[in-house]
């Protein structure tokens, strides 16, 4: 029998106790080929994901599937390098579990990344997005099932899931630093197969920006969870279905995600920055 999600929390929260580790300001999940934005943190600790239980094996190319605490541009914080989808097999409760147990760390804030393709032809790979908003084509909702109240309420409010005053500092950031942010929606599909050309195009005209694999299920665990939101996407190809539609590969898409996760790493240099200034300004 499967245990309800608050018990598999305090249990995986208990077994990151041990390890000595204090309290979190800001949160991460860390998408296909941006681990390497783990490498900027300092003061680190390593858990790796088979050590803590209830967290699943991490399987996808990209994911190193561990956690690590330490400070990121001068602010405290946990990454998961490594996500779950629901293409591995994983449940979607699998999928939303590390975004309740970021949040019993006591994260105030959660940053979510991920590569993503290019339904906009406006958009080229390397970019990067910042999500407004989502649409779930992934045919699952990890709030399905009872309610566990403690968690948060039955029908939580997902019409401003991607908080407004994050998107207003990450977009200051990233004209102070130059790095230029595009702005759209993220259509979340199940995966694995890529998307038709078809499918591309349908989801461009259901208003979709960029699409992926990941990010909505644990968005809604967040909103779920009363956990502000972030995302921001690494923009690793071209999706839009023309006639030009070209193959894609996993390697292209690896390279063009480090090439986008220099900038978010930019971006976010700054949003932290502006972010401890902010907490400074209202604690005086």
Sequence with gaps: MTRPMRERVEVAAAA??????????TAIILGTGLGPLAERTVNATTIPYD?????PRATAPGHSGRMIFGDLFKHRCVLMQGRFHLYEGHSAADVAF??????????KRLIITNSA?????RYVPGDVMLIEDHLN????NPLTGPNENALGQRFPDMSR??????????RGAALQVGVPLREGIYAGIAGPSLETSAERRFLR?????AVGMSTVLEVIAAAHAGLPVLGLSAITNAATGGSDQKPDTIEEVLDNAATSGIGMAIILERFFAMLQAETGRRTR
Excluded: C, M, Q
């Design 16 to 25: 990151l106790a041990e390890h000595g580790l204090s309290a979190v300001d």
């Design 51 to 55: 050590s803590i239980e209830g967290l």
């Design 98 to 107: 590390p975004v309740y147990l970021l949040k019993a760390l006591g994260a």
């Design 117 to 121: 393709g290019a339904l906009n032809d």
């Design 137 to 140: 084509f992934t045919g699952a």
């Design 161 to 170: 899931a991607y908080d407004l005053h994050l998107r207003d500092i990450a």
């Design 205 to 209: 005209s259901a208003g979709a920006d």
